[in-house]
């Protein structure tokens, strides 16, 4: 691994994430712009875009992130489809977790049951939506999975291996507390 992608990673366990509103904003790209001079990184392309918007057409890319924004979605399955589409090998998601839920669910009838395990939590971002706050979604529905839920979705978009990375021992406290993740996708 380079010193510039040991930075780069580095630096995923201490920021808290940007590019929200379903996309990268202006502020977030001139943050990566500016993360990448530091690092001395010149072949990159930047796309400001609706994540729920992306076509195929405009990759297929060797790595993705999708960082500090999958929580902040209305439709985290369509978007991770979205994502893989254009994900050529790896693609690496950091983001805010639910806790796990586990149980069996009556499917149609009283003796028809499946099991689950995982779950997208709901959560009503209004207020900071509609006051135009920068660190909420595309909408005023955010969907936040568990730590189980992000792995099915994942492999369900296409991605044949995942891999919850663990957090160095000075990483921003909710990941070491694992509230949140660093999640890396194979394809």
Known sequence: MSDATRASSRSLWHRRGCGKRGGSTSAS????RFA???????????EECNIE?????IGPYDLCLCLGLLYHLENPVLSLRKISSI??????IETQVVDEVEGSV???????TRPYQGILALLDESGEFYNHNSETGASPIAACPSPKALEFMLRQAGFRRTEIADPP??????????????CIAYK
Do not use: M, P
Not at 29 to 32: D, G, I, Q, V
Not at 36 to 46: D, I, S
Not at 172 to 182: M, N, S, T
């Open 36 to 46: 990448l001079e530091l690092l001395g990184l010149k072949n990159v392309t930047y």
């Open 106 to 112: 009556e499917w149609g009838a009283r003796a028809w």
């Open 87 to 92: 994900t050529g090998e790896v693609c690496i």
């Open 29 to 32: 790209l001139t943050k990566a």
């Open 169 to 182: 021992a000075d990483a921003y406290e909710q990941h070491r507390r694992g509230k949140r993740l660093v």
């Open 53 to 57: 918007d992306l076509s195929s057409e």
